[in-house]
């Protein structure tokens, strides 16, 4: 059984850090690409990162690219996503993925997913 459990989460200031944390299990993690989502109050899920397999090659959302890296150790199953200069509107639940089938941009094309983790950015 296939499980992602995030953790990291919590309330910041504004221009302030957090690292998540996606642990994987169940699953070849060193064969899977892996993503990071997120989901504000209303709104739907949106793409924020993903990397390849190896790790060496990362995609970001525009609208947290250098701020927000992606990283992975194969070694110990897991993902994470380091965010720094938080902004109030990063406010969200962040959810790992994990196998995707088509556009990596798209929610719909993983295949795996955790429970989320809630960030919040104060102003």
């Known amino acids: 059984q296939v499980q992602l459990v995030e953790s990291g989460g919590g309330l910041v200031q504004a221009g302030g850090s957090l690292r998540l944390s996606c642990a994987a299990s169940?699953?070849?993690?060193?064969?899977?690409?892996m993503g990071w989502f997120r989901q504000a109050p209303g709104k739907e899920r949106e793409f924020v990162a993903t990397?390849?397999?190896?790790?060496?090659?990362?995609f970001y959302a525009d609208s947290v690219k250098g701020r927000f890296t992606i990283s992975r150790d194969n070694a110990k199953n897991t993902v994470y996503l380091q965010m720094s200069g938080l902004k109030p509107e990063d406010t969200a639940v962040y959810y790992c993925?994990?196998?995707?089938?088509?556009?990596?941009?798209?929610?719909?094309?993983?295949?795996?997913w955790g429970q989320g983790t809630r960030v919040t950015v104060s102003s």
């Open positions: 993925a994990a196998d995707v089938d088509g556009s990596w941009k798209e929610a719909q094309s993983w295949n795996y």
């Open positions: 990397l390849t397999v190896s790790g060496r090659d990362t």
């Open positions: 169940g699953l070849p993690f060193d064969r899977y690409p």
